[in-house]
């Protein structure tokens, strides 16, 4: 009984972690995402799962639970961006996690990103390395989230760099008072957007211990489908890019020429060749030499 109670009041004394989870349609997977989060070493956190306009069961599945820090709440659909911020105004946490509905957590997730904070004052947010998998099949191949360098790779695409916001754990208070939230004109370039201007707020680091995060790859994913809305995501995210002024003076040329550039050949991809053209032109008054080098080795 006394090691009941000194369990107890450890819980009691660890800071609350928000686990904001936005779901459209994911009934299916939300089960195995929430026993990953479930089983985890840490116990003193709440799971806000967002119900954004879902017409597959998933209040009834959420009922199947009856864990209470498991807490509920339905919108109309507004998108996945609306359903995170919807979900960090309703959480009640030190720290926050906007965690998607068909990732998983390993063992030690929530520990190790949640000492790390304790530990080290400075650094706003923190996040791991990552497996993608697909079914029962792990692929081993090295993924992880931003560095501190963080700006840089997801501008220029780092091939081992993935943005996936259920890799993060942020100080609320950071989110807060830096008014912080996911774009609601964006959805699957959202989180490349959010990580820039946490970055440009705050420091971040990386953990390379326990605590990896499950990323699933799913075929029904927008950003595994070259799609016109796919192509019209990332314009607008460059947009927005621009328009907000994220960008670093030292990075901006490339980095712009670099955004031109592909969306020329996604627009020719989808036989808009009016755009495609128009991003070409801005592309090659960025970088004429770097433009002609692209297209000699297509």
Avoid: W
Avoid at 32 to 38: K, W
Avoid at 86 to 113: H, N, Q, W
Avoid at 214 to 226: A, C, D, E
């Amino acid at each position: 009984m006394q090691n009941f109670f000194r369990g107890l009041q450890q819980v009691m004394e660890q800071p609350l972690i928000s686990i904001v989870i936005p779901c459209y349609n994911g009934s299916a997977l939300i089960g195995e995402t929430l026993g990953s989060i479930l089983s985890q070493d840490l116990h003193n956190f709440e799971i806000i799962v967002v119900d954004d306009g879902s017409s597959d069961g998933l209040k009834e599945k959420l009922q199947t639970f009856s864990d209470e820090r498991i807490k509920y709440i339905h919108q109309d659909n507004q998108g996945v961006s609306a359903a995170r911020n919807t979900g960090l105004s309703a959480s009640m946490g030190e720290y926050v996690i906007f965690f998607d509905a068909d990732d998983k957590m390993t063992p030690g997730f929530l520990e190790i990103r949640m000492n790390t904070l304790k530990q080290n004052n400075i650094i706003q947010f923190i996040c791991g390395e990552v497996l993608k998998f697909t079914g029962n099949a792990i692929d081993n191949t090295y993924f992880r989230g931003t560095s501190p360098d963080a700006i840089r790779e997801i501008l220029f695409y780092d091939k081992d760099v993935t943005t996936c916001p259920s890799n993060y754990m942020f100080r609320k208070e950071f989110l807060l008072k830096n008014n912080l939230r996911f774009n609601r004109n964006l959805s699957s370039t959202a989180d490349k957007l959010f990580l820039i201007e946490c970055s440009l707020k705050g420091k971040s680091d990386i953990v390379k211990e326990k605590g990896k995060l499950l990323y699933r790859v799913s075929g029904q994913s927008m950003s595994h489908h070259f799609t016109e809305k796919l192509v019209r995501d990332n314009e607008e995210y460059y947009t927005q890019l621009q328009k907000k002024n994220l960008v670093p003076e030292e990075l901006k040329k490339q980095s712009m020429f670099l955004g031109n550039f592909m969306l020329s050949g996604s627009y020719s991809k989808l036989g808009k060749y009016g755009k495609a053209m128009s991003y070409a032109a801005k592309a090659f008054a960025l970088r004429p030499a770097g433009f002609i080098q692209k297209i000699l080795h297509k």
